[in-house]
């Protein structure tokens, strides 16, 4: 099977996006562990609707080579060459009230784009695996959580793209999600609706994947947990729901790719949150 993740030890270090969508969606910062990385970043850093900005925050190298960059509200922690690397959240000093409907809420995410995008029509196998925890977890709201409006949640989500330069809905794409970690389910919900809640959004379908089809077991804080999943039957599933809600009518299975995918925190209320994940992997077959 062919590896489709690149850099998955994270030996060239990331580019940083803005908080802010809206002003840009291009670098502005490079992380090169303090000049050492071994190439030019594949990775991406999302930190979109923050208060915060890594940007303007701190490097360090501690005594067993982890990198950290950190602000005020954020650690991502990185270990060079191993595939581990840690993101935490501190909502609780993003959030200056109960975030509200129409409000942002912070990301942090890992993006890449695949470099040789599979095309779903010719993919026998597209798996997913990782090794991971959610290493840190406090709640500050309570019983004032509206299980609606608030939530922290680590997800998988993939671009699924119109490739086919022939094709009327050339371009156009959903959003395929995999939730590992949702603190309020211990199996991740399934979620079908169009992308929206706050400014900064793609108005593109959301297809998130209920957790039964892919966890062994219910989820709770600090275990440790496997992932080992072929998405491929399910983002069938996923295009064919799409098309009858209204989404994708131009495009057919056949013009589809595996385009990126980013995973990481949403945090849409007053939680502190980490995760560590210590092995990351998209694996392919099919006809090359």
């Not at 360090?60 to 990185?78: F, G, Q």
């Amino acid at each position: 099977m062919k590896e489709l993740i690149s850099d998955q030890t994270f030996e060239n270090g990331f580019s940083l996006c803005h908080i802010n969508a809206l002003v840009t969606r291009d670098p502005i910062a490079k992380f090169d562990f303090c000049g050492t990385a071994k190439g030019s970043p594949r990775w991406m850093i999302a930190q979109w609707c923050n208060q915060h900005n890594l940007a303007c925050g701190t490097e360090r190298v501690t005594h067993d080579l982890a990198y950290i960059y950190e602000d005020l509200s954020k650690t991502v922690k990185v270990y060079p060459g191993t595939g581990k690397i840690q993101l935490d959240v501190r909502a609780s000093t993003e959030y200056f009230w109960d975030r509200k409907v129409g409000e942002g809420w912070p990301h942090l995410l890992l993006e890449q784009v695949i470099a040789d995008a599979p095309r779903l029509s010719k993919t026998r196998v597209l798996r997913y695996e990782a090794d991971y925890a959610v290493s840190l977890f406090r709640d500050y709201m309570g019983a004032r959580a509206n299980p609606d409006l608030h939530s922290a949640g680590v997800g998988w989500c993939a671009k699924i793209r119109n490739k086919n330069p022939d094709s009327s809905g050339y371009g156009d794409f959903f959003w395929f999600v995999v939730k590992l970690f949702d603190n309020r389910y211990p199996f991740a919900n399934k979620f079908r609706a169009q992308d929206g809640g706050k400014e900064e959004n793609t108005g593109k379908f959301i297809y998130a994947v209920d957790g039964h089809l892919f966890q062994k077991e219910a989820y709770y804080y600090i275990e440790p947990m496997n992932l080992c999943y072929d998405i491929l039957p399910e983002l069938k599933n996923a295009f064919l729901y799409c098309k009858g809600q209204g989404f994708m009518k131009d495009s057919e299975w056949e013009d589809l790719y595996y385009d990126d995918f980013n995973i990481g925190w949403e945090v849409t209320g007053t939680y502190d949150c980490g995760l560590t994940i210590n092995r990351l992997s998209l694996l392919y077959e099919g006809e090359d």
